[in-house]
Nanobody, 116 residues
Framework: QVQLVESGGGLVQAGGSLRLSCAAS????????MAWYRQAPGKQRELVAS???????NYADSVKGRFTISGDNAKSMVYLQMNSLKPEDTAVYYC??????????WGQGTQVTVSS
């Protein structure tokens, strides 16, 4: 069973940085999309950042210039570098990978809390 496991969340002060990691139990060479989503209390899950197979990236307007998504195919890892964090970035962050052959999988999520 293919699994995604996130790590790197935690409590940080506003203006600080965190790096989220997502470890896939299957190689990601055949990916279609790699992405990070987040869900704040009482809100819908929203796309934060994504990489498509053509290597194009997309970011939510609220994180442009502050967050960077990257992938390491050799290590089957996906990362989200988050800088200049704001209290409104507080949410559970989910890793998402869509493979071209087996479809998509979600991680269990990692909590990010930004204090003011």
């Amino acid at each position: 069973q293919v699994q995604l496991v996130e790590s790197g969340g935690g409590l940080v002060q506003a203006g600080g940085s965190l790096r989220l990691s997502c470890a896939a139990s299957r190689n990601i060479f055949n990916f279609g999309v790699m992405a990070w989503y987040r869900q704040a209390p009482g809100k819908q899950r929203e796309l934060v950042a994504s990489i498509r197979r053509a290597r194009s990236t997309n970011y939510a307007d609220s994180v442009k210039g502050r967050f960077t998504i990257s992938g390491d195919n050799a290590k089957s890892m996906v990362y989200l570098q988050m800088n200049s964090l704001k209290p409104e970035d507080t949410a559970v962050y989910y890793c998402y990978i869509q493979w071209l052959d087996i479809g998509d999988r979600w991680g269990q999520g990692t909590q990010v809390t930004v204090s003011s």
